[in-house]
């Protein structure tokens, strides 16, 4: 009854027979200014008054139809607030049986009497505890929290969570209790910012990576991997099917190369990363480089000028196939194309073959690329190297320091330890994306990864990722990835990335 009478945003959630109570007492705390989303099986819901909510109450007993609340429309939208908010770690509160729906009357009448929360004294206890996460004191944080549970999921008026503002005051006692309390760290606030991306700009490493790296534990422990982050360049949020690219025509023009939707495949802006990936992977020639992907024959232009021994590329597309004949790639000396997908020709490549790789698709995911690399430890011999196009989620420097560190931690544990180049890359302009549905980078830093086989002899230095190029930094492994003082330049918004 306390917290009913404290929270402006629930969550319900009603069995069938539990339909009636569940719309009383909604219409009696919407009368009292709290705002309602309902989820009542059977019962056509209306749209949530709320984006978020604090406290979820479930009544009834199990719904009659296992999938009520999982529909399209109101009904699944105001279930989702609720299951978000109890995973968020919202208190939540259940009454069932006959016992229930009195409870639920005497509820109503109770708040029917009931003086409305002084919106002031409201107030003043998020101001306590937001003071307490700020300046990261524990015991502050921890107290206010036993007394009013719902703060964990209260947002102030830019829809930030204590967990923001800790975040931006990198106080990270304050941050690991809120996280062991459950506290959502990805929900973003009214700028699309994670708690992770406000450390971030705020400067504060530690907060960071604690953020980065909690993500990175929840990711690994996901039994349903989640395709939105695990986002390659151009894979979109249905994760499209390969086949579905590979059947559509392409075009290339001024130096690109688009799809039937207009999304980039691949960009000439990428020239200089291409070139930076193309002299880590072959710092000498007469080594055997294998490249998947062809787009724009960029990295194949570069690693061709390093006078490789072998140079094999595996490319899956038709129109991609012809242009490559067109150029001539097929009759260069020392080269072997590979009409297909990868997937289909690489188990056909001998093991120890290879001093080098790169991998490059398109419209593939993180789980693709994990794939790919359990083939690269067979396939490259000993102090061989491996790199590929570093996009992953683009749209957010926290995702997307949570995929470079997966990554790196994927390759470790298959013997390859890979070390981040931090590469300058400088603004690339709103007129480089002019013409492209969407973008798929936005950073002023490219990640670029270079993972090493170790090689046999004790004699091979280790110390080679330092020799970087010219403007480069070394992040070696363990080292972390991604620091907060590196250039990221104006944010955008997912919007422009294609999602919501
Ligand atoms: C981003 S482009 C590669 C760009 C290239 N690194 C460059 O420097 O121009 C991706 C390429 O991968 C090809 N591709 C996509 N899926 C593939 C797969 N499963 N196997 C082989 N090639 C694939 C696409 O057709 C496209 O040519």
Redesign the pocket.
Known sequence: MGLLTRVNALGILASAEFAQPALRLKAVLESRGCAVAAAVEAFPAEQPQTSHVQAVLVLGDAPGDPDAFKQDGELGLASSLAFAAIAAGAPVKAMNGKSGKEDVSSLIQDLKELPILDPHEARQRWAQAEAAAAADDEEGLEGALESWPELMTHRDSSGSTLLHHAASMGADRATSLLLERGADADLRNKEQATAGDIAFRAGKQTVFESLVMHRLRREQQAEVPEPPQKRQ?GADRQDLA?DH?LNQQLRYEEGR?LDADSKA??MGW?APL?KHHAELLLPEQQLRIC??????????GYLAEREPSEHHI????RD?LAEMRRRGWHKRKGVVVHEG???DIVTQLPGGSLDAIFF?????TYEDLRQFQDEVTRLLAPGGRFSF?NGMAPYSITEHATFCRLAQEDLVAMGLPCDICKIELGELGNETWQGVKERYWQFDSYYLPLARKPPQSSQAKDSDCLEGVKGSQWRCWPEFPVRVLDRLGPTLPRAAFGLD
């Not at 490249?291 to 194949?300: E, I, P, R, S, T």
């Not at 595996?314 to 597309?317: G, K, Q, S, T």
């Not at 490059?360 to 593939?364: L, P, Q």
């Open positions: 360049k390969p690219y190369l495949v691949m990428e291409m490249n998947v992907g062809f787009g724009l024959g960029l990295v194949d595996i490319e899956a597309h991609v997908r990868w997937q490059d698709t398109w419209s593939e196009f």
